[in-house]
Structures are given as C-alpha cells and as structure tokens.
C-alpha cells in the first residue's frame, strides 16, 4: 500500500485510533518535522489537542541517515551500542554528535514553542506519533524520555513501519498501532508518493492552527 502524502497517513491512522476519539485526558504528541502533519489529521478525527516532542536522531559518521542513536527533550540518549561498535565510532565522534544534535534540538523548542511549557504529560494518555518507524530510534528516545513524566497510558501510533521495529515496542508501550507494516519494507519514504522534508513554517502553522482550535487546544 502506498500512501500519497503524510496527510493521507495521517488520516489511516486516525481510522486506527478511533477509540482514542473525544476522550478527555488524551494529548497527542508529535516528533517534528515528519509526524507533524500525520498528527494533525489525527487530532482533527479525535477532537484531541495537539504538541510537540522533540527528538533528534543520531547520525553515523559519513552516514548521516543511518541512526546509531538518539536524544529527546528531558535529556534522554538512546544509544545502539551493536552499531557504534561495528562502524568504530570514537567517543569524541559520538560526543560530538551528540552536541550538535542537542543544539539543533534546543533550536527547535525555542522555533516551536517559544516560551510555552511543555503540556502536563503525568496522568494523561499519551499518543505519540511519527511518520513511520525504520530503525526506532528516534522512536525509543522520545518514548523513554516521556515514561519519566509517568503518564497514564503511552500509546505510539504511525502509519508505516517495518514488522520489526513495530513489534520492538509492544513490550515498551500501552499500545503500538501500525497501521501498514509492508514487506520488504526497506525505508519509510518509499510508501510514500510524496516524502518531501517538511518545513520549520509548515510545522509552526500547523501548531498554531491547533492552538486557535477549539477542538484541539491544550
């Protein structure tokens, strides 16, 4: 199944997530840049607000698509010690990764959210989404990093995943829905039509238009 754009997966994992609809203690929260739009159709089908988790993956050296970790607001590193090990990254090259990916990180909370405070996460039923889950990385920090805030219920939704990482999470979370999970599935941006980069506006755009909707304010 291929999907046309992250607006039409955004609207299949809606369907997924229906039970979650007008239930009051729900937040969705979404990882820029991809998940943004996705979460967005979601919040429209389930009358639920909408923000932000920032992660930021981790690059290997003169591979920067290939995650060998990552890092999330609160401070949280998840590290793939099998894969540092196998490309020999250094310490310093790790440190320093990490540094530069923490900066980007603390860029976007200021771009994105400015003086606001992330919303009371504790006691909530957490929805989390994506436009896909490849590797999980990004995927497992933000999760670790939002199970410390101790929600209620830590549910992770996106609308394409391998098999593989889909099932990783269904001992670390609530509730994991995939909603396509293809075979061979080699990279979230083939099933979709349309995988361009999202933008820093269209991400700010869409986080003002939730919070000036009634039906998805936080």
Known sequence: MILQDRTEGGKLLAE?????????????????????PVAWEVTQHLHAPLDIFLVRKLGAPGHGELAIGAVATG?????????????????????????????????????????RPLPEIGGR??????????????????????????PARLVVGVPIASSESCDAFRDEVDQVICAVTPEPFHAVGLWYRNFEQVSDEEVQDLLARSRGDPFTQV
């Open 16 to 36: 997924h997530l229906a039970g979650y609809r007008n239930q009051r203690d729900v937040l969705i929260l979404a990882l820029p840049r991809g998940g943004v």
């Open 75 to 115: 401070g949280v590193r998840v590290l793939n010690n099998w894969l540092i090990s196998m490309l020999g990254v250094t310490d310093a090259e790790l440190e320093a990764i990490t540094d530069r990916e923490l900066a980007e990180l603390e860029r976007r909370q200021r771009l994105y959210r400015g003086d």
């Open 125 to 150: 039923t957490i929805l989390l989404i994506d436009d896909g889950l490849a590797t999980g990385a990004t995927m497992r920090a933000a999760v670790l990093a939002i199970q410390q805030k101790e």
